[in-house]
């Protein structure tokens, strides 16, 4: 399936494209963002556009040179993206944008093991230069540690029943495709859980797929370069799909724009007031997709766009 972008005008409107700016699409996928502010781009723009799929570069890359405008494409994780643009003499942007997740094509192809529904190798990784495939996890992870991925990013009651029946059913060798490892875990769950709307084995999915990924700490990792990297009158726009994703957003996003300090990795962290923030809340409700692109993409259902933009004139006390 080709790759609709969520939340199209609503993100690079709220970017405010300047035509001489310099932008950063950090999700690259099959370039829909990317497309959009390199068409809003003089020819003294720049767009650098990160993914970690080298599909997703080689796919984007004939898309984006049709617009006749200056882009540059980094195969890297964006965890590093502060790094990346600072080795190329880049020190602050004008712009900022996440699309988070896996792209459309890459769901859909069996062979990248992320579908439920489709048969393929249990996979998942993103950048296939990772060690660690969801092979790896479902065949190695101890029963505790495993129900442990599945309980905090499947966000499954039943994580614990899962865990087992996966551990019980490796008994007879490695669990080696998507539909097998789909159908232990719609057997392991309750009849009631079962008729719940959505695909049982969902949860489980997106648990090993954001484990095999190292999904949230990347993010957490980039949410720290935003501020730093940002100039002043600079925005960030994230599109977040899963509410993991979206509270770290919230989370990092409500820090530097209230007077508030936020601690890391603590969901009960405690608020310490700062000086005058530097950073202005964009969206202090997050956007989501109208009812007409939710009918017509699924896929955007779950989505929610949070930007902030940096105060001109205002130092933070973590960027001097
Ligand atoms: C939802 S898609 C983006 C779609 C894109 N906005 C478009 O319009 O086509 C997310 C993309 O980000 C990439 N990605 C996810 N996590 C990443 C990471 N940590 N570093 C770099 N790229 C990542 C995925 O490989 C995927 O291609």
């Known amino acids: 399936m080709e790759h609709v972008p969520v939340l199209l005008h609503e993100a690079i409107d709220l970017l405010s494209v300047k035509e001489s700016g310099t932008y950063v699409d950090l999700t690259l996928g099959r370039g829909g963002h990317s497309e959009a502010i390199l068409k809003r781009l003089g020819e003294n723009g720049r767009l650098f556009a990160f993914d970690v ?105 039943e994580a614990r029943k899962i865990a087992h029946a996966i551990v019980l059913a490796r008994e007879n060798g490695p669990i080696r495709t998507t539909t097998e490892l789909a159908e232990i875990v719609v057997a392991a769950k309750s009849p009631k859980e079962r008729a719940k709307k959505g695909h049982p084995a969902k949860q489980t999915f997106q648990a090993i797929r954001i484990e095999v990924n190292h999904e949230l700490d990347v993010l957490e990792k980039a949410l720290e370069s935003i501020p730093r990297m940002l100039a002043p009158g600079g925005r960030a726009a994230v599109i ?22 936020v601690g890391r990795n603590d969901p009960n962290s405690y608020l310490i007031p700062t000086s005058s923030p530097a950073f202005l809340d964009l969206t202090p409700r997050p956007i989501v997709p109208s009812l007409a692109e939710q009918s017509e993409n699924r896929r955007s259902l779950s989505a929610k766009l949070r930007a902030i933009e940096k105060k001109k004139g205002v130092q933070d006390e973590g960027q001097a």
């Open 53 to 157: 799929d080298p599909a997703a570069i080689a796919e984007s890359t004939p898309r984006l040179e049709l617009t006749g405008k200056p882009f540059q494409l980094i195969e890297a994780n964006f965890a590093t993206f502060e790094a990346e643009l600072k080795r190329r003499g880049v020190k602050e942007v004008d712009g900022i944008l996440m699309d988070l997740g896996v792209s459309s094509p890459d769901f859909d192809d069996p062979s990248r093991g992320f579908s439920y529904m489709k048969e393929g190798p249990l996979d998942m990784r993103m950048d296939p230069t990772l060690k660690e495939s969801a092979f790896d996890v479902v065949n190695s992870y101890g029963e505790r540690r495993l129900g442990d991925v599945i309980r905090l990013y499947g966000e499954d009651y």
């Open 240 to 261: 977040s799909f899963h509410s993991l994703e979206d509270t770290l957003v919230k989370r990092a996003f409500r820090s530097l724009t209230r007077n508030e300090k």
